[in-house]
């Protein structure tokens, strides 16, 4: 057991310069069959066209919501936050270094790409790593397109067996951490492969494995759940009504939340948090590509629910009686100046004591 009542194994020393492959990582693997798994999210990834699609009641909520708690930090939004400590970096460095793992398609980096470049700075290169080829190929494609190449170099690897010679000024991770097994190995690597004063961004979700909802945010759901009208407990996956919420497992398919429980232990055990905001527990299946399109935006009766459902929400997160579902945090090796934390709750604090 260690401070946050976790019983975690092998974890390694905070800030620690070696890493390795634990032989419980490597059973870890062969008993979750692991080359099955990666064949079944590689499949289900090929199939998404837009994987950032999202309801209409999502971008109320976030516009509503999520963009308050970016702001208290000093961002307009999650991707000012990126761009901006890119930007610091062009400015500073002769040759920035920059790199994002999991990238899919590549749509968040030629984003970024694309405003560096017309803030008038040509002095990096982004290394974007997926071990998705097809997606690869998309985000080259498309870079290819607008002329933007030169800055961008694609790398169709396993993160497990992940090997540079050199350091990044900036790494990226957006919404992929939660599909990774090792994350003990990777956030080593992260660590030994950024430079002394460079930063490590992410956006992910640090909920319950496989996105279940835990038992006291479930049952805030459940209670919500019981008075709606069918109308809004239809899943527009399943394409069917769910009478009764059903807390389901994403993980046993492919890498859906397989370790998000731990995601956010582990970075605080491995980094020095400079922002840390965070979001989700109760809020999440309401907003969500299953349940969220039973919500307009437009109607003042759908937007109520909402808003009722955000405000218990986040009461019961500055309580800390539920634990959040998602974050965004900058981090780095060197222990910053200022710390901004929402509601000012640290990182540890958020982190749910379970075994």
């Known amino acids: 057991m260690d401070k946050y009542g976790l019983n975690l194994k092998n974890l390694k020393p905070k800030k620690a310069t070696t890493s390795s492959k634990s032989g419980t990582q490597n059973r870890m ?28 009641i999502f971008h109320y909520w976030s516009n509503r919501y999520l963009s308050i708690y970016i702001k208290t930090i000093g ?31 590549c749509s968040n980096e030629i984003h970024q790409i694309k405003n560096l470049v017309g803030a008038g700075h040509t002095n990096f290169v982004f290394d974007c790593i997926d071990i998705n080829q097809n997606k690869l190929q998309q985000g080259w494609e498309t870079a290819c397109k607008l002329g933007l190449e030169k800055y961008l170099e694609v ?13 990044y000024d900036v790494i990226l991770a957006i919404q992929c951490l939660h599909h990774f097994i090792e994350l003990e190995s990777i956030f080593q690597k992260i660590y030994d492969y950024l430079t002394p004063e460079g930063y490590f961004i992410t ?18 759901i459940n209670s919500f759940w019981s008075d709606l009208p069918s109308k809004y407990k239809f899943n527009h996956r399943s394409k069917q009504i769910e009478e009764n919420f059903i807390n389901r497992d994403f993980s046993q398919h492919g890498f859906e939340g397989i370790r998000a429980q731990d995601i956010l232990y582990l970075l605080d055990q491995t980094f020095e948090f400079q922002d840390f905001i965070f979001w989700g527990g109760v809020i999440d299946p309401f907003i969500s590509r299953a349940f969220g399109h039973n919500y307009d935006p437009k109607k003042a009766e759908d937007k109520a629910i909402i ?21 965004v945090a900058t981090m780095g090796k060197a222990i910053p100046d200022k710390q901004h934390f929402l509601y000012g709750l640290s990182p540890s604090a958020c982190v749910r004591k379970t075994n």
């Open 75 to 105: 961002y307009k939004s999650i991707r000012d936050l990126f761009f901006q400590h890119l930007k610091q970096a062009c400015q500073t460095k002769d040759k920035a270094r920059f790199c994002s793992i999991g990238v899919d398609n």
């Open 29 to 56: 693997r062969q008993n979750l069959h692991y080359d099955k798994r990666l064949d079944n999210e590689l499949k289900d990834f090929n199939k998404i066209t837009n994987l950032h699609a999202l309801p209409q």
């Open 203 to 220: 956006h992910d979700m640090i909920g319950r494995n496989g996105h279940q909802r835990w038992p006291e945010a479930l049952n805030v």
């Open 155 to 167: 790398k169709a690897i396993d993160l497990n067996s992940w090997k540079v010679q050199h350091q």
């Open 307 to 327: 808003d009722k459902i955000q405000k218990i929400n986040e009461d019961l997160l500055i309580s800390n009686i539920i634990k959040p579902t998602q974050m």
